[in-house]
């Protein structure tokens, strides 16, 4: 029974990360992209050199043809189609005078085929400052919202899922009432079997409509975990239902009502996130004292915003998160996941409702420790919006880079990520 979720917790990692296609495993061509500093850092106005080289079978490739863009990410300043690389190298050369990131992305083309790769160099990164404002009424706007949920009964729904079950662990599909009456949020829910009071880690999703396993693995080593949809429908039903709901009423649910701060979509997913730590608190096997947040991209923002609006939260960890700096695209630098101002030209209302949902403002109000890890190349949530949030901490906080990682992340980073979270809930590594 152990191995079997073990099996099925590395599953649930692949997959989220990953769409599984048997046995292909990537490409014969690569595209290398090497900046000339191996920590891909540089002062203001300093050059950054990048060789570019496409490798076939590990040996480069002649007379293949690049086109490649340069500068800041989201808005390169300099394009070069149809160049011929006779040798299969190519260095260019550019700098910033501003804190930001300055990416060189490479397209080639072999045959039919076409292969990418880039690299983006750090230029004081630790000096970006926020595009957001804070609104005067933030605070009173969400201690309102919450009030206003709050005053409903969880009226927890908890299923049993036998076949999710192990020696060691209950699974239980769970449903509580989130910012109204009938208005649901879905989880999966594990708790040991054995009698005791255990910490607990709320796992939020990132973005996309799908069904969830729940962290098996982690009850396991001894915690309560929970791991919660967004989007007020279970989590356990058939791929196709999801489908289904992701092409039809969930498509671009990111950007529905996003000129209205009360109904905005992300009320209530923020607001679902906050009523699952009321759920964990009601469970008589929670020890009320270890809770820990986590999640990656969309989950790494709704990591923090639980964070910095529970203050019964003990620790947080984001990867790559999502929805930082929203209006810094209003000043051509980029800005974080869904890009509002980049495909649409936005209205007042828009401009002012995205202040209220920007992970700038709920990271000033973090006072617990975080953990944090993103790479260079994210092209989803760029490094230059994620820092303009990471800079807004006050609170302690860890920063874990994997540079070359893009949206996702590496085994390495993964372990990291994943013993930090247990050390904080006491489990054995």
Not at 41 to 70: C, G, H, P, R, W
Not at 79 to 100: F, H, N, P, Q, W
Not at 204 to 213: E, I, K, L, S
């Amino acid at each position: 029974m152990r191995l079997r979720s073990i099996i099925v917790f590395i599953i649930y990692i692949l997959c989220s990360v990953f769409k599984v296609n048997g046995q292909i495993v990537g490409n014969e061509i690569s595209v290398i992209v090497s900046p000339d500093h191996t920590d891909w850092t540089y002062k203001l106005n300093e050059k950054s050199t990048f060789t570019i080289m496409v490798f076939k079978a590990q040996n480069l490739l002649k007379d293949v043809k690049i086109d490649y863009e340069l500068g800041p990410e989201w808005y390169p300043v300099e394009r070069k189609e149809g160049i011929i690389l006779k040798d299969g190298k190519l260095t260019v050369s550019a700098a910033m005078s501003e804190a930001g990131f300055l990416r060189c992305k490479v397209t080639a083309y072999h045959g039919e085929k076409i292969y990418t790769g880039q690299a983006t160099s750090a230029y004081e990164p630790e000096t970006i400052r926020p595009s957001a404002s804070d609104p005067s009424d933030f605070d009173a706007f969400w201690s309102n919202t919450l009030e206003q949920a709050r005053s409903i009964s969880l009226d927890p729904v908890y299923e049993l899922l036998s076949d999710r079950c192990t020696d060691k662990v209950n699974v239980y599909q769970v449903s509580f009432n989130n910012i109204k009456s009938g208005s649901r949020t879905y989880g999966i829910l594990c708790i040991p079997k054995k009698e005791g009071k255990y910490p607990a880690l709320l796992r939020v999703p990132g973005a996309g409509v799908r069904p969830y396993p729940g962290d098996i693995y982690t009850a396991e080593k001894g915690a309560i975990t929970l791991e919660i949809g967004i989007h007020g429908v279970p989590v356990n039903m058939e791929q196709p239902v999801y489908d289904i709901l992701a092409t039809g009423p969930l498509d671009g649910y990111q950007y529905q009502n996003d000129n209205s701060r009360d109904k905005n979509y992300y009320r209530k997913v923020f607001v679902g996130a906050l009523r699952a730590v009321d759920l964990i608190y009601s469970l008589p096997e929670f020890n009320c004292k270890d809770l820990g947040v986590t999640g990656s991209s969309q989950g790494g923002a709704l990591s923090m915003v639980t964070a910095a609006l529970d203050k019964r939260v003990s620790f947080y960890a984001a990867i790559h998160p999502a929805m930082c700096d929203h209006k810094a695209h209003l000043s051509k630098r980029a800005g974080g996941w869904p890009h509002y101002f980049y495909y649409f030209t936005p209205t007042n209302d828009q401009i002012a409702t995205s202040d209220y949902y920007d992970m700038v403002n709920f990271a000033k109000r973090i006072t617990v420790p975080g953990w944090f890890s993103w790479g260079y190349n994210d092209d989803v949530c760029p490094p230059t919006s994620i820092y303009a949030a990471y800079n807004s901490v006050s609170a302690p906080k860890e920063f874990h880079p994997y540079l070359q990682t893009a949206h996702y992340w590496y085994q390495e980073q993964y372990e990291e990520w994943m013993r930090w979270i247990w050390n904080k809930m006491g489990l054995d590594l």
